[in-house]
């Protein structure tokens, strides 16, 4: 069992940065991939980005490359997400998820409760 807890969500206006911090629990983090997605009011969750445990492989949405970056510390097993250029359009709750492998759909087995991020124009 894995639990996952966001963090670093807040307000920020159009073009500033925020960094997510997901921390999870138990010894077997560094052997989960681990993913970031989003939900935007009356929107779907959509896929962010998504790294594997070993770092080799990241992936990310084609509306988030450039601008933000995917990365893990497996000695403090937490997975962060830097956003920097944010858009209004990155206004959402943001999740982080643990799996088997890293993807971009939504096959991650554990997920967090997520943190809110606002973007003002």
């Known amino acids: 069992q894995v639990q996952l807890v966001e963090s670093g969500g807040g307000l920020v206006q159009s073009g500033g940065s925020l960094r997510l911090s997901c921390v999870a629990s138990?010894?077997?983090?560094?052997?989960?991939?681990m993913g970031w997605f989003r939900q935007a009011p009356g929107k779907e969750r959509e896929f962010v980005a998504a790294?594997?445990?070993?770092?080799?492989?990241?992936y990310y949405a084609d509306s988030v490359k450039g601008r933000f970056t995917i990365t893990r510390d497996n000695a403090k097993n937490t997975v962060y997400l830097q956003m920097n250029n944010l858009k209004p359009e990155d206004t959402a709750i943001y999740y982080c998820a643990a799996g088997r492998r890293p993807t971009t759909n939504d096959e991650y087995n554990y997920w967090g409760q997520g943190t809110q991020v606002t973007v003002s124009s």
């Open positions: 790294i594997s445990w070993d770092v080799v492989i990241t």
């Open positions: 138990g010894r077997t983090f560094s052997s989960y991939a």
